[in-house]
Nanobody, 112 residues
């Protein structure tokens, strides 16, 4: 059974940083596409960043240059480093594995 457990969210001021973690079990983070999605208030869930099994990374235009996705194969964990945070980055962030497995989500709130 696949489990994805997010951590590291919280409240931060505009311009601040947070690092989200996604600890995986039942799935190897180096063997599948892993990603982060977010759902802001009143909007649909959209993808933010992805890392392929080969380590190739892609980002949504809204976060390019500010967010970095990475993985630790030994810890079987995927990270999302978020810098220069803006109020519009506020939302629930979800870890995604192999496009079909989801974590429970974690709240990120950026105050203005």
């Amino acid at each position: 059974q696949v489990q994805l457990v997010e951590s590291g969210g919280g409240l931060v001021q505009t311009g601040g940083s947070l690092r989200l973690s996604c600890a995986a079990s039942g799935l190897g983070v180096s063997g599948v596409m892993m990603g982060w999605n977010r759902q802001g208030p009143g909007v649909q869930r959209d993808w933010v960043a992805r890392i392929s099994s080969g380590g190739y990374t892609i980002y949504a235009d809204s976060v390019k240059g500010r967010f970095t996705i990475s993985r630790d194969i030994v810890k079987n964990t995927v990270y999302l480093q978020m810098n220069s945070l803006k109020p519009e980055d506020t939302g629930v962030y979800y870890c995604n594995g192999d496009l079909i497995h989801w974590g429970q989500g974690i709240q990120v709130t950026v105050s203005s």
